[in-house]
T-cell receptor, first 113, second 113 residues
């Protein structure tokens, strides 16, 4: 089974703190993604990566950055958290090719106080 | 810009009933469509992936259909069970089979014993 693992299920941080959300996949997938999910807004793409050291902005990249130093790991970085970044963060991976099925991690619920 | 709509937003049915969840999208130029299940506070579980050249996919009691020309997909659940209670999300990949997904808002299903 494909496994996408996010480092934390729940996080509580104070405004202005730096936060790293880690995601690891074990299926040698080329593509990795970070989404956030908010009530009434659904899932929105923050950043994605098609290969090691490659990154591209999604629909809502402001306030976030990412790092992909190894193929299996994709990190989301919140340099200085704000309360409007309180959300559910979801990591996903998918292979490159014809059958591009996405698999998601269990999610990280981040609360910024 | 691609938009994905799921109607109804919520659905409650008695156990054993067959049901259909609807998904519509505004741009028919998609590469694939994926149905997910999400339990409260959890990540997304992939249910079915339909490639643009396919009309339907089946997995157990689930059957998903795709009509690209009309911009519609349906998820049919046969003989519903209380364990099917969850939010069901559809997502389309319209960006060249890259894995970047655009999601609907989901249908929250409750199956009553």
């Amino acid at each position: 089974d494909v496994k996408v693992t996010q480092s934390s299920r729940y996080l509580v941080k104070r405004t202005g703190e730096k936060v790293f959300l880690e995601c690891v996949q074990d299926m040698d997938h080329e593509n990795m993604f970070w989404y956030r999910q908010d009530p009434g807004l659904g899932l929105r793409l923050i950043y994605f990566s098609y290969d090691v050291k490659m990154k591209e902005k999604g629909d809502i990249p402001e306030g976030y950055s990412v790092s992909r130093e190894k193929k299996e790991r994709f990190s989301l970085i919140l340099e200085s958290t704000s309360t409007n970044q309180t959300s559910m963060y979801l990591c996903a991976s998918s292979p490159r090719g014809v059958l591009v099925e996405a698999f998601f991690g269990q999610g990280t619920r981040l609360t910024v106080v | 810009k691609q938009e994905v709509t799921q109607i109804p937003a919520a659905l409650s049915v008695p156990e054993g009933e067959n049901l259909v969840l609807n998904c519509s999208f505004t741009d028919s130029a998609i590469y694939n469509l994926q149905w997910f299940r999400q339990d409260p506070g959890k990540g997304l579980t992939s249910l079915l992936l339909i490639q643009s050249s396919q009309r339907e996919q089946t997995s157990g009691r689930l059957n998903a259909s795709l009509d690209k020309s009309s911009g519609r997909s349906t998820l049919y659940i046969a003989a519903s069970q209380p364990g099917d209670s969850a939010t069901y999300l559809c997502a389309v990949d319209g960006s060249g089979n890259t894995g970047k997904l655009i999601f609907g808002q989901g249908t929250t299903l409750q199956v009553k014993p």
